[in-house]
């Protein structure tokens, strides 16, 4: 594995990047082109579909010529940078970008992405594989801890003078030996299993087939993992497949004293069945990082007070950022240097991949060396 390369430091203001991202453009960072109209030879060009931070466009400017979708340019360019969250990768935009080879995410997931078209046209996807998955269990333990030991609303009841006008608060649940049910034990799934084992917990899982490293209990129906378990975790990635796995019949199965947490995708969950759940006490709470909607919330939800939301923050630490520019650079430069004019063959050595999936890959693993590029491969 080589050299691990200098993290951009990332200031404040910048941190919550995939927040603010639009399709309009590049953002503050200067395209240079040359008086010919083409770019330096040395800054092989890339297509920037969203704006990008102070901290994105000096770093990407630096190896690259930032070439926003206005450019004429834009039709001829081979790579292109985007955002799960605000860009669809579909026959549409290749056809926009008929010279596109190179299709590189600052996301994890790649829902968003007609792979099986980029498979046809010969287009690389890549995404930032497992950077987030650290961060993103922990968040999903602190909001299962919220949800039990009700953090957020205790808070707020002190703040708003209510200790002291009503008395204690009412007690919060144990974690402690809970039977956990993560639903998609890839990446994410197992660092949150690995951090409940540490609780005591009892874990289980489902999937679309047994993990032969996993030490945990697999169980191939997601109902009867519901009735066996008093949390549900979601954490798989969003397909057809799993597009409101989280049903009336699975709420029901958890039953009155089950919890969700969701850090996956809001379309995991059937919302509207969730909140009537909620409403009539069939389940006992959730902790929800993700909706379906966004950024719209059911209002519902606002009031209640065994309900833990946040604004679909999981991925965001300065660190998780930081690796994702270094880890997307890396990934344009493992392009370019596989497929400068003239030159074959496979570049080694780099600390991150070109991240490679199919419709049906679980969470993306980045290998510790670059391999021979594969249109839309395998991933998993």
């Known amino acids: ?57 000096s770093a990407l400017s630096a190896k690259f010529t930032i070439i926003p979708p206005s450019s004429p340019l834009s039709t001829s360019t081979r790579a292109v940078l985007i955002s799960g969250s605000v860009n669809r990768v579909d026959s549409t935009l290749l056809d926009q970008y008929p010279s596109l080879r190179c299709v590189v995410t600052t996301s994890a997931g790649v829902n968003t992405i007609n792979l099986e078209e980029c498979r046809r046209r010969g287009v690389l996807v890549a995404n930032v594989g497992e950077t987030y998955s650290n961060d993103v269990a922990d968040y999903a333990v602190g909001l299962l801890i919220d949800a039990f030991r009700r953090l957020t609303m205790s808070d707020r009841y002190l703040r708003n003078g209510l200790w002291v006008s009503r008395g204690d608060y009412p007690l919060g649940s144990k974690l402690g030996g809970k039977r956990v049910g993560i639903v998609g034990l890839g990446s994410i799934g197992s660092a949150i299993a690995k951090r409940l084992e540490a609780f005591g917990c009892k874990i289980s899982y489902f999937s679309r087939k047994p993990k032969p490293t996993a030490n945990y209990k697999y169980v191939p129906n997601i109902i009867d993992l519901a009735t066996k378990s008093d949390v549900l975790v979601v954490s798989c990635s969003l397909t057809k497949e799993t597009h409101h796995i989280i049903n009336k019949q699975v709420l029901q199965a958890l039953g009155k004293e089950g919890i969700i947490i969701n850090i996956g995708r809001g379309a995991h969950i059937d919302e509207p069945e969730l909140v009537r759940s909620l409403v009539q006490g069939e389940i006992k709470g959730v902790g929800l990082d993700v909706f379906e909607n966004e950024p719209n919330v059911p209002k519902e939800m606002f009031e209640m007070e065994n309900v833990v939301l946040t604004p679909h923050q999981a991925v965001f630490t300065p660190e998780a950022l930081s690796d994702v520019i270094q880890i997307c650079i890396a990934n344009f430069e493992a392009f370019f240097a596989e497929n400068r004019p003239g030159t074959t063959g496979t570049t080694t050595g780099t600390d991150y991949c070109i991240s490679r999936r199919t419709q049906e890959g679980d969470q993306g693993r980045c290998a510790e060396s670059y391999q021979t590029l594969k249109p839309a491969d395998d991933l998993v």
């Open 1 to 57: 594995m080589g050299t691990r390369k200098t993290p951009v430091t990332l200031r404040k203001e910048n941190m919550n990047f995939s927040l603010s991202l639009t399709a309009s453009g590049s953002g503050s960072g200067s395209t240079t082109i040359s008086s010919d109209g083409s770019p330096p030879l040395d800054r092989p060009p890339v297509l920037v579909l969203l704006s990008l931070s102070d901290a994105w466009s």
